[in-house]
């Protein structure tokens, strides 16, 4: 029987040792990978959590025309004829009642636009709940946009922009505050005598 060298014993020793070390750490170790939060650094950085911004793009058109027509007509005639002592009397009475109504209606609205807004939840199913504002002061006018809806990630586009018609459950208002705005809006005889029917 041959004996083998007390250093290399030792050595042998170790090196199993160390590898029942390195095989338990192995079983407790945990993937550095995590999919929900994996971001490859090749691709486009889009938003997936909240707190993440991306940008709407707001290309809204709409228009809207309704037209009516009413004709109403009405003939009343009531006659009444007496005799006596050889002379005739009559009465007749007509009522005549002619109604003729129209109206037009026609809207048009477009908002062009371009804002940057957070996500604030995200849904089990992966859509991002969105919602920003946008306010612009120029020379004492001032424009207000406000926007939030839901986004599928899908709908984001590699610039990590979306497009508004691609938003769910939209709510976009646009406010214009200012000289600009109240000139557009009738005086107050104006009003007065709208309301009174005039």
């Known amino acids: 029987m041959r004996l083998r060298h007390p250093a290399a014993t030792v050595a042998t020793c170790l090196a199993a ?3 029942l070390l390195v095989l338990e750490d192995c079983q407790a170790a945990e993937s550095l990978y995590n999919p929900a939060s994996f971001r490859p650094l090749v691709a486009d950085r889009r938003a997936a959590a909240a707190g993440d911004i991306v940008t709407v793009l707001v290309y809204e058109s709409s228009s809207a025309t309704t037209t009516a027509d009413t004709n109403l ?31 037009r ?4 609205g477009r908002v062009l636009a371009q804002l940057s807004v957070a996500v604030t ?17 120029l020379n004492s ?3 207000h946009i406000r926007i939030e809806g839901r ?8 610039g990590n922009s979306v497009q508004s018609n691609r938003i769910a ?6 406010v214009g505050n200012g000289d600009l705005a109240e000139r557009q809006r009738p005086g107050f005889w104006s009003r007065v005598m709208t309301w009174l029917g005039f």
Do not use: M
């Open 17 to 19: 040792c160390a590898l």
């Open 73 to 103: 007509n009405r003939n009343n005639t009531l006659g009444i004829q007496a005799q006596a002592n050889a002379r005739q009397h009559g009465l007749n009475l007509g009522v005549n009642n002619d109604f003729d109504g129209g109206g």
């Open 105 to 108: 209606v026609q809207r048009a």
């Open 121 to 137: 939840q995200v849904d089990a199913n992966g859509d991002l709940w969105i919602r920003g504002e946008q306010e612009i002061e």
């Open 141 to 143: 006018d001032r424009q």
């Open 151 to 158: 986004v599928r990630p899908a709908d984001i586009a590699n």
């Open 169 to 174: 459950d939209l709510k976009l208002s646009y």
